[in-house]
């Protein structure tokens, strides 16, 4: 039954048996995180957390993308108001925490393109099956940004210190077949095939010992959840820096305008 969900405008929810079913809704933005997402997705990952009629969470995206990272207009306008980000930056730490406070395991089925704080969420589920033809990568930088909602916590722990500093530093988007080769993500496959390897592995979670499973996961998410205690306050207030500078700006105006960016270090 689904009439216990609660409802969203930006995500929908889903009950299959003991599946819960998070989709992220904005396909006609790639699921792009505005306002309202940042707002609805803490929120709809606490649920998650605590719903007793799942004991597997899978989380998706809707339409191409998985989330193809900010919304340009909604960049421009929090560069125009930089309170304004300084809310949406405290709203990553809580999608950052909410997802590693759920106990269960969480799936990721990430049907296109993960960039941005879309990349970090995709990247602290618990196990990855990605589109060969999607993109992962962190290009904050890119923008003049701070990579300080979460990839600096998740992609050292996730392939190490020397991998995650060089996609990093540079924004490199990856290819999913790249991610699976240097550890990343977990499995890339075919369109066509990823569903079928999506829901078989969900199945054999669902079929195991669900205390000892979720059990595990809080001891591996022990270390994570440390991590993001110690790095999370840091990285917001740089990244709220950075939206205050010169070189966002001109990110953002370089997106725009379909050209390079000319950084000055300001």
Not at 137 to 166: N, Y
Request: hydrophobic share 45%; with cysteine.
């Amino acid at each position: 039954m689904s009439h216990d969900l609660p409802r969203f405008a930006t995500i929908l929810l889903e009950r299959r048996e003991r599946l819960l079913v998070l989709t992220l809704n904005r396909p006609d933005a790639l699921n792009a995180v505005n306002l309202e997402l940042h707002d609805e997705l803490p929120e709809a990952l606490a649920f998650a957390g605590r719903d007793r009629g799942s004991d597997v969470v899978l989380l998706t995206g809707a339409g191409r993308a998985f989330s193809a990272g900010g919304d340009i207009a909604h960049m421009e306008h929090n560069a125009a108001n930089p309170h304004l980000f300084d809310h949406e930056a405290r709203q990553a730490k809580r999608i950052v925490f909410a997802l590693l406070d759920i106990e269960k395991p969480v799936v990721c089925r990430m049907n296109g393109h993960a960039v941005g704080l879309g990349a970090s969420v995709a990247l602290l589920c618990d196990i990855i099956f990605a589109a060969d033809t999607a993109k992962i990568g962190d290009p904050h930088v890119g923008i003049g940004l701070v990579a300080g909602d979460g990839g600096a916590v998740v992609w050292t722990q996730r392939i190490g210190l020397a991998k995650a500093k060089e996609y990093l530093l540079t924004g490199e988007l990856l290819t999913a077949p790249k991610a699976v080769e240097i550890g990343l993500i977990n499995y890339s496959l075919p369109a066509a095939e990823l569903d079928e390897a999506v829901d078989a592995f969900c199945q054999r979670l669902l079929n195991g010992a669900s205390n000892a499973i979720r059990w595990t996961k809080i001891l591996t998410n022990i270390e994570l959840k440390r991590i993001a205690g110690a790095v999370m306050e840091a990285g917001i207030a740089y990244e709220s820096l950075s939206v205050r500078s010169a070189d966002h700006r001109e990110g953002i105006a370089a997106l725009k305008e379909k050209r390079a960016p000319r950084f000055t270090g300001r």
